[in-house]
């Protein structure tokens, strides 16, 4: 699986006590079992809820395309809501 995202965002991010981690680290979220959920056709993004480390994780993503496939751009990520955990554990 293949990401992208923009480096500035991810080191800000990481230097946000309340997100505590970048996109480097939120790569192991598909490594795992997680929750989807599509937020918009325009552009195709979707809601991920999965495990980095020991905590809960959200991320919004975008599919994207070139000529050697598919890249999942990374948009945002925050720590999973009361409401996301519940749908993550429901769903998973």
Request: charged residues 35%; proline residues 3%; aromatic residues 14%.
């Amino acid at each position: 699986m293949r990401f992208s995202f923009d480096l500035r965002k991810s080191r800000r991010l990481r230097a946000n006590p309340r997100r505590g981690i970048g996109f480097e680290e939120a790569r192991e979220l598909f490594s795992r079992p997680y929750w989807l959920d599509q937020r918009s056709d325009v552009p195709e993004q979707f809601l991920a809820v999965g495990w980095v480390g020991d905590r809960l994780y959200s991320v919004i993503f975008e599919v994207r395309e070139d000529e050697e496939g598919e890249i999942l751009h990374l948009v945002t990520l925050w720590r999973s809501t009361k409401e996301e955990i519940r749908l993550y554990e429901e769903n998973s």
